[in-house]
Nanobody, 124 residues
Framework: QVQLVESGGGLVQAGDSLRLSCAAS??????MGWFRQAPGKEREFVAA????????RHADSVKVRFTISRDNAKNTVYLQMNSLKPEDTAVYSC???????????????????WGQGTQVTVSS
């Protein structure tokens, strides 16, 4: 059974940094992504990466501040979040795509598996 386990969330102050991790139980995915959902809002794309080659894409709202990366040996994807703002407060979830595809995917429907999510709260 495929498992994606996120960690690294927490309560921080505005301007602080956090690094989220997403450990995958296997390495058979073409792409990985991070999404977030704030209370009362729809889930939104944050960042994505093509596993082979490492191409990435970041949402405009987090560009420069957030960076997605991977560790092949650990089957783990990271989301480095710097200069956090209160509006970054949300549950962050990682997602994995097993269906064949060579792109970097920004739609939730493009992904096949999801982690349970980790809470990030940024106080002002």
């Amino acid at each position: 059974q495929v498992q994606l386990v996120e960690s690294g969330g927490g309560l921080v102050q505005a301007g602080d940094s956090l690094r989220l991790s997403c450990a995958a139980s296997e390495r058979t995915f073409y792409a990985m992504g991070w999404f977030r959902q704030a209370p009362g809002k729809e889930r939104e794309f944050v960042a994505a990466m093509r596993w082979s080659g490492g191409s990435t894409r970041h949402a405009d709202s987090v560009k420069v501040r957030f960076t997605i990366s991977r560790d092949n040996a650990k089957n783990t994807v990271y989301l480095q979040m710097n200069s956090l703002k209160p509006e970054d407060t949300a549950v962050y979830s990682c997602a994995a795509r097993r269906r064949y595809g060579g792109g970097v995917y920004v739609a939730a429907s493009d992904y096949d598996y999801w982690g349970q999510g980790t809470q990030v709260t940024v106080s002002s």
